[in-house]
């Protein structure tokens, strides 16, 4: 998996029609990407009140706060997990990321912040895959310098709190080779995939490696259980709920027309939008400039130098203007970055109200954010340093799982 | 790999050119394929006097008859095999097949038998791998099937006597799950080929499966010597030298351009003719006729009837024609298979001269076939049922080789 909005060259030629591929982010206008316009490209569901509803009144639970200000936004029938979960009829999540040099910023957080809260909520199975081998045909790298990579991510993930008894994490270059039912189901999914396909959907040309081209099996096989034989056995009917970024999406439409050609259920999922860089709404998050985004490893300092100074403000220029005319919160990053973070929805809202009639300025909303965002930060990296070698060994081994 | 004869649709548009790909073989004459051609449209070299009296002056070794019979008759920079003999700098053989349904015909033998002689001649490690990944991707037949194919196969392989110490088989559907090493260099190798390449090499197209577009990498990949990392540790620069049937060579040419982007020496080659269907030099074998070739499961009775019933004759229509005119050895099968498997020159030139004069009668010709295969199979049959699972274990584990 990787980060659109970290995006590489747009393979595709584009018109009026905004862009969103795994490795290529393109939004047609200065407001972002159109959300509402997207879940209509890819033809997924907006997830709405009702279905909020009997998520909640099946499991007893509030929706997470991701969902309910809509940060996880569109699925694919996540009423059919909901469904096997009245049921009781078995699922596992899946999610992953496509490991970067960069240590990790608080946006890469999310989907794990998400998964973590739905292994919880449904107390099920969890593999994570980290896409070295992706990594290692998009750039120019190592595999060597992806596999470390790959570690220190999943040190970071591993810091996210996941149950060790219920969670598999694995890199493509180090489990291919321990698993053969893992390169069978590779095998049996690029059977079923033509180029012209992974071209219409991916936008894969003549001039791109055979690595590149085959490789979305490679993220589609974690999708199908009897990949993972240690944890379901030959079991084919375990259904799959991934939570991903929507630039994931490509990758999992072509599984999901797959899977039940191999006589497996259409892996679900749930999409959420991209995170805002610091310098505001519109622009690329650039793993490349520090100051794109906060890191797990910025200083208190850093991050109360980085807010204050690159956070795009949303309030008036002046502070007689904005006491005159109020800030705006959509395009305010500080604003949006508590919209991701801060989790008590009346203290947001008070910040909401307070910022748009212009009573609070964007100094104290700022820091609010930095002194949420150093909480944040500093709990990540007391979590990170107790994550050992041998913590990585046993979330990362081949093994049962207790569901 | 596979059997050119065998061969699939052609995928190539034909104009007066013979077309030999991997998968596919159509010869442009009734005389069949046109090897001297062959070697000028592939750009090898002709194993010739002068690369043949070196051989024998290096190893004091007499050559094989399929090199001295024309039937290894093909090779790419086989010279640099012999420097690093001289030099003693070590070198690998590396060869293969593409397990069948079917039991192997005499035919399929000629690689295992030449390469177990230049084992034995060069005193090196071999690896022999069982492409059950690509008999899957190319026919209609489950993961389960081509990997039972496959250990079927490594019995007739094994059989064949190559020295346990120094010999290590693998299928890929087993291997890539057990050596993340391999997989490392298959992603290695499918970044640095591009679509079009292979659509060049192969005349893959648009409605191939990623699958097929992938694979030639993983046949590519055992001629880098650090896919076995417990045979050559992290070593690059241990040479490697591919005995093959001259189909083959497609994927050589593409693994000869990338080893040395990655570090390693380009693989050498030695490539062989095709084995002719008992029907003519210029018929396809068809793996489902059983009557197109002698097959190692073949009784002495199936022997004599086949060799008698199908085997084209090059000899007169009558007794009469046949004292007045001769024989013609060249398209006479029964003595084109007599030349792959009599070992004694003088016994053969005795027959090539008597049946070309015409004092040879086919029948004899025949016999003298009819009685060397029934026993080149019966030994074959009798070496086989000694090959138990624990032996086949043996073979087929990762673990350091003697050399």
């Known amino acids: 998996m990787s980060s659109g909005v970290e995006g590489d060259v747009a393979k595709m030629e584009l018109g009026d029609e905004q862009l969103v591929t795994p490795w290529n982010v393109v939004a047609n206008s200065n407001t972002g990407i159109d959300y509402d316009k997207l879940i209509v490209q890819f033809g997924s569901q907006k997830i709405g009140t009702e279905l909020i509803d009997r998520f ?4 007893g639970r509030k929706a997470h706060h991701f969902i309910r200000r809509g940060i996880f936004f569109s699925h694919r029938e996540f009423e059919k997990i909901l469904d096997r979960y009245e049921q ?33 909520v449904f107390n099920v199975p969890l593999v994570i895959q980290l896409t070295d081998d992706e990594k290692f045909l998009w750039k120019d790298l190592t595999v060597e310098k992806t596999l470390a990579m790959a570690k220190e991510n999943i040190k970071d993930i591993i810091a996210c709190g996941f149950d060790p008894d219920k969670t598999f994490i694995f890199s493509d270059f180090q489990f291919l080779g321990q ?54 056995g030959e079991q ?24 039940p050609k191999l006589g497996h259920p259409k892996p679900c999922l749930l999409h959420s939008v991209f995170f805002p860089a610091l310098q505001g709404i519109q622009t690329k998050m650039s793993a490349s400039d520090p100051n794109s ?22 309030g008036g220029a002046t502070v007689e203007e904005h006491k005159e005319k109020g800030g705006n919160c959509d395009v305010d990053v500080s ?25 609070l300025l964007t100094g104290y909303l700022k820091k609010d954010l930095i002194e949420l965002l150093q909480k944040m930060v500093k709990t990540h990296q007391t979590a990170r340093a107790t994550v050992t070698d041998e913590v990585i060994a046993k979330f990362t081994s081949p093994r049962s799982l207790k569901f």
Chains 1, 2 share one sequence.
């Open 56 to 59: 909640e009144k099946l499991t």
């Open 236 to 259: 084919k009917d375990v259904a799959c709920l991934i939570p991903c970024g929507i630039d994931q999406d490509p990758f999992f439409r072509m599984t999901r027309d797959v899977a």
């Open 179 to 232: 698993c053969p039912e893992f390169y069978r189901n590779v095998a049996r999914i690029q059977r079923q995939v033509t180029f012209n396909q992974v071209k219409g959907i991916f936008g894969f040309g003549g001039s791109d490696c055979i690595g590149k081209i085959a490789f979305p099996a490679i993220q589609a096989a974690p999708a199908l259980s009897n990949s993972f034989p240690f944890i379901f």
């Open 293 to 314: 985004s906060i890191f797990l490893t910025d200083t208190d300092k850093q991050i109360k130098s980085k807010v204050n100074k690159y956070a795009f403000s949303g």
């Open 88 to 120: 009781k009829k078995p699922f596992y999540l899946y999610t992953g990321r496509g490991p970067s040099s960069d240590a990790l910023h608080v946006g890469h957080l999310i989907p794990f912040i998400f998964t973590k809260w739905l292994q919880e």
């Open 335 to 359: 604003f949006q970055y508590l919209r991701f973070f801060l989790e008590d929805d009346d203290a947001l809202e008070k910040i909401r109200k307070d910022y748009t009639s212009g009573e």
